[in-house]
C-alpha cells in the first residue's frame, strides 16, 4: 500500500500560505472535502494552494487546449479548466474508472461539462489518437512513465507552451544523495532528463510535493 507523503512543507507554512491565498469556491471546496473523507489516497489530490496556482496560471496563459494526465477526482481537471479561454477544450486521462467517473460529477458539478473530457485507459494509448496542439498540459499520474508521456506530448505542445509536471520532489526521497525505490528514481531520472534539453527553459517550484515548469523555446 503506498504510504502516506512526508511533509517537505513545515504545517505552519502550508497554514499560512493557505490563509493568505483565495479560497477555493465552493464546488472546489466539496470536492476537496469528500475526496479527504473517502478516497483511499487523498493526498494525491493538488489541494487549495496547488490548485489556486494550477487556476492562475491557466488564466495567465488563456489556453485553447489543455492536456491532463492523471484526473484523479477532478480538483486540479476544474482549476486548470477555470483559465479556459472562450471557445476552449480539456482533455483528461484517468486510468481508474472509479475515479474518473467520479470526477465526471465533479466536473458537471462545477458547470464545465461542456468544455472537458474525461478519457478512461492507459494514456499512452490515448496520447497518440488525440489531434491537438497543446498549449498546457499537466502531468500527475504513474511516476515511473513521466518520460514516456514528456516525449509522448512534447511534439504536440505548441512554441511557447507549458508542461508542469507534479511530485518531482517525490516526498523527499530525490533529495538523498540516491533515489530509493521506482517511483523516486524514475522522478529523479525525469527531473535530469528535461533540465538537460536543450529546447526547452525548467524551473522547479518548492510547492507541496514540487512541480516542474517546463516552457517550450
Request: hydrophobic fraction near 40%; charged fraction near 25%.
Amino acid at each position: 500500500m503506498r504510504r502516506m507523503p512526508l511533509e517537505l512543507i513545515h504545517p505552519l507554512v502550508e497554514a499560512y500560505a493557505g490563509r493568505f491565498t483565495t479560497p477555493a469556491d465552493v464546488t472546489l471546496a466539496e470536492i476537496e472535502r469528500t475526496t479527504s473523507e473517502d478516497h483511499p489516497q487523498p493526498w494525491m489530490m493538488s489541494g487549495h494552494v496547488q490548485g489556486k496556482l494550477l487556476e492562475m496560471i491557466s488564466k495567465l496563459m488563456a489556453p485553447s487546449r489543455i492536456l491532463e494526465i492523471g484526473t484523479m477526482t477532478g480538483y486540479s481537471t476544474v482549476c486548470l479548466a477555470k483559465g479556459l479561454r472562450e471557445g476552449g477544450f480539456l482533455h483528461s486521462i484517468e486510468k481508474r474508472e472509479q475515479d474518473a467517473l467520479r470526477a465526471v460529477e465533479n466536473i458537471s458539478r462545477a458547470g464545465l461539462a461542456d468544455r472537458v473530457k474525461v478519457h478512461t485507459g492507459d494514456a499512452k494509448e490515448i496520447i497518440p489518437m488525440l489531434s491537438e496542439t497543446w498549449d498546457l498540459v499537466f502531468i500527475d499520474a504513474d511516476k515511473t512513465g513521466y518520460i514516456d508521456y514528456f516525449n509522448l506530448v512534447f511534439p504536440s505542445i505548441r512554441k511557447g507552451g507549458l508542461m508542469i509536471a507534479d511530485n518531482v520532489l517525490y516526498h523527499g526521497d530525490v533529495l538523498t544523495e540516491e533515489a530509493k525505490g521506482k517511483n523516486a528514481k524514475a522522478i529523479q531520472a525525469f527531473n535530469q532528463y528535461v533540465v538537460e534539453k536543450n529546447d526547452i527553459e525548467t524551473l522547479l517550484l518548492t510547492v507541496r510535493d514540487g512541480l516542474m515548469l517546463i516552457l517550450k523555446n
